[in-house]
T-cell receptor
Framework: AQTVTQSQPEMSVQEAETVTLSCTYD???????LFWYKQPPSRQMILVIR??????QNATENRFSVNFQKAAKSFSLKISDSQLGDTAMYFC?????????????FGTGTKLQVIP | DSGVTQTPKHLITATGQRVTLRCSPR?????VYWYQQSLDQGLQFLIQ???????AKGNILERFSAQQFPDLHSELNLSSLELGDSALYFC???????????FGPGTRLTVT
């Protein structure tokens, strides 16, 4: 079974600064996807960024980028130029897929507070 | 707006009762997933349907069941409700080829 670990329950960052959220996972699979989801106080789950395991290039999406280290099974999220609207819970998720079957495992989340 | 709709938004019911939560996936998505999020907890995967067929099962209690209809909407049925079933229930849908899941706004269930 896959496990996803987010070792930082809470973090804070000053507005306009950069913060990195950690995520490690354990799997024997070779082909999989990794995601970061954001859950603001509204509780809506919002996809932030995705990474396919077969791609060596790290995914980026505006101010959000990942550092994907496949051998180390590490998938950290970097938020640059932090904004107040980035305050949220951030969940790392692992997905294995095949034949119309998807099973997603979420980490326990990191609560990020952006300080003005 | 993710394109996934869930009804109702809030539900308050008593222990022992049965409720049905409804989800309509994004247009074109064949897969629907159900998750449970208890207060200040992560998401627990319950079940996945793909084009009407059950495809994956997670930590879903026997008191819970789900189905996906020919028009691809899905329903999650929760019966013999207990206080501990109080949670936010999310539905998500995906285009299996792309992988990522898009979440609905959730149904907040309160069991009193």
């Amino acid at each position: 079974a896959q496990t996803v670990t987010q070792s930082q329950p809470e973090m804070s960052v000053q507005e306009a600064e950069t913060v990195t959220l950690s995520c490690t996972y354990d799997t024997s699979e070779n082909n999989y996807y990794l995601f970061w989801y954001k859950q603001p106080p509204s509780r809506q789950m919002i996809l932030v960024i995705r990474q396919e395991a077969y791609k060596q290039q790290n995914a980026t999406e505006n101010r959000f980028s990942v550092n994907f280290q496949k051998a180390a099974k590490s998938f950290s999220l970097k938020i640059s130029d932090s904004q107040l609207g980035d305050t949220a819970m951030y969940f790392c998720a692992f997905m294995k897929q095949g034949g119309g079957y998807q099973k997603v495992t979420f980490g326990t989340g990191t609560k990020l507070q952006v300080i003005p | 707006d993710s394109g996934v709709t869930q009804t109702p938004k809030h539900l308050i019911t008593a222990t022992g009762q049965r409720v049905t939560l409804r989800c309509s996936p994004r247009s074109g998505d064949l897969s629907v997933y159900w998750y449970q999020q208890s207060l200040d907890q992560g998401l627990q995967f319950l079940i996945q349907y793909y084009n009407g067929e059950e495809r994956a099962k997670g930590n879903i209690l026997e008191r819970f069941s789900a189905q996906q209809f020919p028009d691809l909407h899905s329903e999650l049925n929760l019966s013999s409700l207990e206080l501990g079933d109080s949670a936010l229930y999310f539905c998500a849908s995906s285009d299996v080829a792309l992988g990522e899941q898009y979440f609905g706004p959730g149904t907040r269930l309160t069991v009193t």
